[in-house]
């Protein structure tokens, strides 16, 4: 049994195995050979504990038959939340070697994240870690049974008595011989978190096939070696951590991962020093703290030799000083969950470093830049971004409707960012279209929150916008039209917490207004929020 999912054109399915970029080749390979080749190297540190590839093998190995003794396999789908430990990679193994298609929610995600998740993808199995303060009880738990009849099998990191352990399964190899084996390349192996711009968060199928080309050619691009040393500081789910290069990446090239928990300066500079960090994926705010602390920190860090920043625009300024303050490399990478990355080359002139976002992975990665119809604007000028390529997904899972709207005829996805070409063929990222705000990094779906805003018995309309931030670039205020006045922001952030959203997602800023701004057409005119919320964010 497979997963649905939206699969790419045959002539360009054909073009993409006859370019040797689709090999047939499941994510799980790079781990059972460097498990084989070499399994006493070191695949991950995580605090005090050393896993080598041959454990991380045996370990996941373990899991994936326990899995499948009781009787999940192709065709079943899990929800999956855990923190920046090396659970988290041995748990993602496991369910790839078992055919099962994962979602990694963030460490973050609350209940409502975890619930439209759970909601979409209707999961046999719940893999989650008791310490989180969703499962401090067994609320949410009962909640999430109710929703998802489907759910039958649920396992926590950190165990209470009554559960079913996850390290205990981990473990311990079935009882009996049991045959198991990941779902076939050309398959969906697990799904994307969306940044989103809608009021669900969507899921986005990746298949082996085109996740693994993306990490091979990214394993490349960045010169990841078995040297490689990187620290996995951004929350490992995500996209940009995991496979450009990531950790996938670094496992390909049987490199090592360290954990951290954050990237806070002092307990990242401290694993730099201990384990001889070569490598680290960052979003500009971190960057700005580690610029910061540089100067004034006792840890070496002479062994950082590459920084990679992306997930939200990077100031000019702010780069230019990472090689002097940091002694290392910047590269830039502007990428997306849905597939298109794009880097720096390691070999760029620095102004091209300095100034773009970089380039596409792939000689068949299409990126056209066009206006609002569709229609190439003139070379050099913004416009909207358009891709499809051998990565890029060709659809969110059962969204048709939103499908219908960020995809052209020709299966171009629209990424809602605004984009410049430099002569040089690198991407400069100039502005955006889509309702989302960038809180360095982290995603907010402005409807989202207006939605769940608009639960509150008092509200009548709700928009949320960005406001200029000095550190996160970006963080949100929402507006609110209320039928009481004696409604507070307080109540608000009660409200939303309630409901058990993100705390990221949670209005930075919330202004009462007596009536929404309205466009000619009658849509709340966000362009002049945005003007106010700025204007009032001015000391
Ligand atoms: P996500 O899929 O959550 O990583 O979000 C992808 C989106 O993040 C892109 O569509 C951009 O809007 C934004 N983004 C990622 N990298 C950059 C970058 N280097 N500069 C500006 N925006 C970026």
């Known amino acids: 049994m497979s997963i649905e999912f939206t699969p790419w054109p045959d002539d360009l399915a054909a073009l993409y195995r006859k370019k040797g970029y689709w090999i047939g080749q499941p994510l799980t390979e790079a781990l059972e050979r460097q498990a084989a080749q070499r399994p006493e190297a070191v695949a991950v540190i995580c605090g005090d504990r050393t896993i080598t590839y041959g454990q991380l093998d045996r370990l996941s190995g373990n899991l994936a038959g326990q899995l499948a003794l009781r009787g999940l396999g192709h065709g079943d789908r899990a929800v999956v939340q855990l923190p ?95 045959d198991y084996r990941p779902s076939p390349a050309s398959q969906v192996a697990f799904f994307q978190l969306s940044g989103g711009s809608t009021g ?42 995991m496979s450009s290069p990531g950790a996938l990446g670094v496992f390909h090239a049987g490199g090592t991962v360290v954990m951290a928990p954050n990237p806070d300066p002092q307990t990242c500079f401290r694993l730099i020093a201990a384990h001889g960090v070569t490598m680290v994926a960052l979003v500009p705010p971190a960057v700005s703290l580690w610029l910061d602390a540089a100067a004034g920190s006792s840890h070496d860090l002479s062994s950082l030799a590459l920084v990679q920043v992306g997930g939200a625009s990077f100031a000019e300024a702010l780069a230019r000083q990472v090689p002097e303050k940091l002694g290392a490399k910047l590269q830039q990478v502007f990428g997306m969950a849905e597939g298109l990355v794009n880097y720096t080359r390691l070999d ?30 003139p070379e050099g000028e913004a416009g909207l971004l358009a891709t499809r390529g051998p990565y890029t997904f060709r659809g969110y899972y059962r969204s048709p409707e939103q499908n219908g709207r960020v995809f052209d005829r020709d299966g171009f996805y629209y990424s809602g960012d605004v984009v410049q070409r430099t002569p040089e063929g690198n991407l400069r990222v100039v502005g955006r279209v889509k309702d989302v705000i960038n809180r360095g990094g982290e995603k907010v779906a402005s409807e989202e929150i207006e939605n769940l805003l608009l639960r509150h018995q008092d509200v009548t309309h709700a928009a949320l916008v960005a406001v200029e931030d000095k550190l996160l670039g970006e963080k949100s205020c929402a507006f609110v039209v209320s039928r009481n006045e004696e409604l507070k922001a307080v109540a608000l ?26 466009t000619p057409v009658g849509k709340i005119d966000k362009k002049i929020l945005r003007q106010m919320a700025n204007e009032l964010a001015l000391p």
Do not use: W
Request: glycine share 6%; charged share 25%; proline share 7%.
């Open 200 to 241: 669900q968060p969507k899921l986005i199928p990746r298949t082996h096939d085109d996740y693994d080309y993306s990490v091979r050619a990214s394993v490349d691009i960045c010169g990841v070696t078995a040297d490689t040393r990187y620290l996995c500081a951004l929350p490992a789910a995500h996209n940009y951590p």
């Open 348 to 377: 760029d002139p620095d102004e091209l470093v300095f100034t773009t976002q970089g380039r596409p992975i792939s000689p068949d990665d299409e990126v056209r830049i066009v206006d609002e119809s569709g229609n190439a604007v």
């Open 493 to 518: 952030r009660r409200h939303l917490m309630g409901l058990g959203v993100a705390d990221y997602k949670l209005p930075d800023r919330v202004r009462f207004i007596d009536a929404m701004p309205l």
């Open 84 to 178: 920046n430990i090396a659970e988290f990679y041995i748990t993602f193994f496991a369910l790839l070697k078992a055919g099962i298609a994962p979602v990694n929610a963030l460490f973050s995600h609350k209940q409502s994240e975890l619930l439209a998740y759970a909601s979409q993808l209707r999961p046999r199995l719940f893999i989650a870690d008791r310490r989180h303060s969703v499962f401090a009880d067994d609320r949410f738990l009962g909640e999430l049974r109710r929703e998802v009849p489907e759910l039958t099998h649920v396992l926590f990191h950190g165990a209470g008595e009554e559960d079913e352990s996850l390290e205990a399964l981990m473990g311990e190899a079935p009882a009996r011989v049991v």
